[in-house]
């Protein structure tokens, strides 16, 4: 292979990393999806977790500088899948792809992660390619 066709798939390899990574800081959900979010949450995860988002009781608060500490460095797809394959704990894995985005989407909200203009993606592949980080 030429150097300079080496060059070129290097440098649009790169663009697209770049380019697919995205943080919890650029609106990756919307507040009508959060919204739903916080109807299931009052349903599905409240008894546990609390009306606060506090925790209590074995389980974890979900709101907060622990909560976003214990998420920093890892995705948002990380965070899905631990809520699709173990909540609520009576029952996982019961709600759809777009129920458990849409928790997602309400733990992004109540931690103060801005809202943009379009759902998060259900998809973990899409999911996978958002970074939680604190805030600068």
């Known amino acids: ?6 060059t070129s798939l290097l440098i649009a390899l790169a663009l697209s990393l770049s380019a697919a990574s ?3 800081w650029d609106g990756v959900y919307t507040k009508a999806q959060a919204a739903r979010g916080q109807s299931l949450y009052s349903e599905e995860c409240a ?7 506090a925790g209590g009781d074995g389980s974890p608060e ?3 500088p622990d909560f976003v500490g214990r998420w920093s460095g890892k ?3 990380d965070l899905y899948q631990i809520i699709r394959k173990t909540m609520p704990t009576d029952d996982p894995g019961h709600l ?3 129920q458990y985005a849409a928790l997602a989407a309400y733990l992004l909200n109540m931690n103060d992660f801005p ?3 379009k759902d998060l993606d259900p998809d973990p592949a899409a ?3 958002i970074r939680i980080e604190k805030k600068k």
């Open 127 to 129: 999911l996978n390619d």
């Open 75 to 77: 995705s948002v797809g």
């Open 22 to 24: 995205r943080s919890v």
């Open 115 to 117: 809202a943009g203009e």
């Open 1 to 6: 292979m030429q150097p300079a066709v080496i």
């Open 96 to 98: 759809s792809t777009r």
């Open 47 to 53: 008894k546990c977790h609390g009306q606060n988002l």
């Open 62 to 64: 979900l709101v907060g």
